[in-house]
């Protein structure tokens, strides 16, 4: 018999992306506008237009004139979520002397794959690891002779 997995907060991976870029943009300019979410998704501004529209229809976003788009208590539960999810990958992969921008593409996949016990697993190992230098010496070595 198979363990249940806990569920975790998803949405579709393109609302799952679309969510993390809003929140990221808020954080870091204070407003997401539609201009800055096409360019950062590389998606054409119409597109972008259409989904915000679509993800106000769910319930994840909203859209103010003078704001730009703004995250509804949901969206931004599962925004977290997935930059939870990034940022431990970035620092587990950190530990191999893996660089955050040369595997971006891998994260931006990755993240969506991962159900709660797996993101424990990788932050377990993490904390291990940091805490093992001469065990993680030679994982790179490993990595390195595989490379
Ligand atoms: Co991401």
Request: aromatic share 6%; glycine share 8%; hydrophobic share 40%.
């Amino acid at each position: 018999m198979s363990k249940a997995i806990t569920p975790t907060l998803r949405g579709t991976r393109a609302q799952e992306d679309y969510l993390e870029q809003i929140l990221t943009l808020i954080e870091n300019k204070g407003y997401a506008r539609v201009v800055d979410i096409a360019h950062n998704l590389g998606i054409a501004q119409a597109s972008v237009t259409g989904m915000i529209q679509r993800m106000d229809a769910d319930g994840l976003v909203a859209y103010e004139k003078y704001r730009g788009v703004i995250l509804t208590e949901a969206g931004e539960e599962i925004a977290r979520e997935i930059v939870r999810r990034h940022e431990s990958l970035v620092e587990f992969f950190a530990l191999f002397g893996l660089d955050e921008h040369s595997i971006y593409d891998d994260i931006e996949g990755i993240e969506h794959h991962m159900s709660q016990p797996i993101l424990a697993a990788i932050q377990a190992l993490t904390g291990e690891l940091e805490r093992q230098p001469a065990l993680l010496e030679r994982v790179k070595k490993k990595i390195a002779g595989c490379a």
